[in-house]
């Protein structure tokens, strides 16, 4: 087993991932990226994507090795495919799930696909299970080391965050420059507070 860890930046779609990469690569870490899929309106700095990660299912692991030492972004979906023989710190990023949907939908607006017409409080079920199953999966690993970071809470109060995520990657990084990387602008999709 390799030592050194791949390092996993993992959460639903629109949970923040593309934020923590760049944050990640601000703080000064390398990022494995292809640059294929282009910052757009969605993500207007970047989407930080490896698409090989997408062949994983398929059996496609011989870029992993380039990946030791690295930060590599892979949804929640594609998680379990992580063969057992490296080590992993994995960044995983949660959000509140109706700002997700929100996002999401947005996202498709945007795109000009349409909506999938699958109500919110169903798909907010399918998620919470999918997520369920995906801790489940990662606690059972013990190649996988996990820190939990809340997307609202990066947002509102990223120090304290991303000192957690510094500590978890043996420290080192300028944690202020990651913080700066937060732009309020981005954050479109607030839950809606009710006073």
Do not use: C
């Not at 760049?22 to 969605?42: C, F, P, S, W, Y």
């Not at 495919?81 to 947005?106: A, C, H, T, W």
């Not at 909506?115 to 199953?133: F, G, R, S, V």
């Not at 947002?155 to 304290?160: A, G, I, K, Q, T």
């Amino acid at each position: 087993m390799n030592s050194k860890p791949v390092i996993v930046v993992s959460g639903l779609p629109r949970s923040g991932t593309s934020m923590m990469m760049k944050m990640l690569e601000a703080g000064g870490q390398v990022i494995l990226t292809d640059n294929l899929r282009e910052a757009d309106g969605n993500n207007p700095k970047g989407y930080y994507e490896f698409e090989r990660v997408k062949q994983m299912k398929d059996g496609d692991l011989a870029w992993l090795p380039d990946a030791v030492g690295k930060v590599v972004k892979i949804v929640t979906g594609l998680i379990a495919y992580l063969p057992s023989d490296y080590n992993y710190k994995v960044i995983f990023m949660r959000r509140d799930l109706k700002e997700v949907l929100s996002s999401q939908k947005k996202m498709l607006g945007r795109l000009g696909k349409g909506d999938d017409n699958i109500p919110d409080d169903k798909m907010a079920k399918t998620y919470e299970e999918h997520l369920k199953q995906v801790k489940g999966w990662l606690v059972r690993q013990p190649n996988i080391e996990v820190l939990y970071v809340d997307y609202n809470t990066m947002v509102s109060d990223p120090l304290e965050s991303l000192q957690k995520v510094n500590a978890l990657l043996g420290g080192g990084m300028d944690v202020q420059k990651m913080a700066s990387v937060v732009d309020q602008e981005l954050y479109r999709e607030r839950k809606q507070v009710i006073v």
